[in-house]
């Protein structure tokens, strides 16, 4: 019996696929799980700059939903669908370049809760900020 003519029981069909066509799919997947966890158009989603890299151009951000009294981290999945950066060992997601002003770190996170509600509602405005 040939074993090339028999499927391959571990296969998946992301496995045979482009890179773009799997990060697509990862992000179809994160946006799915974040609307299954609540995240509805008009929540406020809550972000937390967790750390300042040495020269002040790095900085680490966590991402939260609270519902019902319920505190809900959000950041890998917001992270996926955004394509940004996760630190593992800060467990944040990780944003360069940035502004070494307070002003500038505001609207980094304003820009990181505007985009995502453009990816996962395309709107803009679905999302509320609060930092």
């Known amino acids: 019996m040939n074993a090339l003519a028999e499927p391959v029981a571990s296969a998946t069909p992301e496995t045979n696929c482009t890179l773009k066509a799997y990060l697509n799919a990862q992000r179809a997947k994160a946006i799915d799980r974040l609307r299954k966890g609540g995240l509805?158009?008009?929540?406020?989603?809550?972000?937390?700059?967790?750390?300042?890299?040495?020269?002040?151009?790095?900085?680490?951000?966590?991402?939260?939903?609270?519902?019902?009294?319920?505190?809900?981290?959000?950041?890998?999945?917001?992270?996926?669908?955004?394509?940004?950066?996760?630190?593992?060992?800060r467990q944040a997601i990780r944003v360069n370049h940035c502004n070494s002003e307070a002003?500038?770190?505001?609207?980094?996170?304003?820009?990181?809760?505007?985009e995502l509600a453009?990816?996962?509602?395309?709107?803009?405005?679905?999302?509320?900020?609060?930092?």
């Open 40 to 89: 509805t158009a008009g929540d406020t989603v809550y972000v937390i700059l967790r750390h300042v890299g040495k020269s002040g151009r790095t900085r680490f951000y966590n991402l939260y939903l609270i519902k019902e009294k319920k505190t809900d981290c959000i950041t890998w999945d917001a992270g996926i669908v955004l394509d940004k950066n996760f630190s593992r060992r």
């Open 103 to 114: 002003a500038g770190c505001d609207l980094i996170a304003r820009n990181l809760v505007s």
């Open 118 to 131: 453009k990816r996962v509602f395309n709107n803009d405005d679905a999302l509320e900020y609060s930092g």
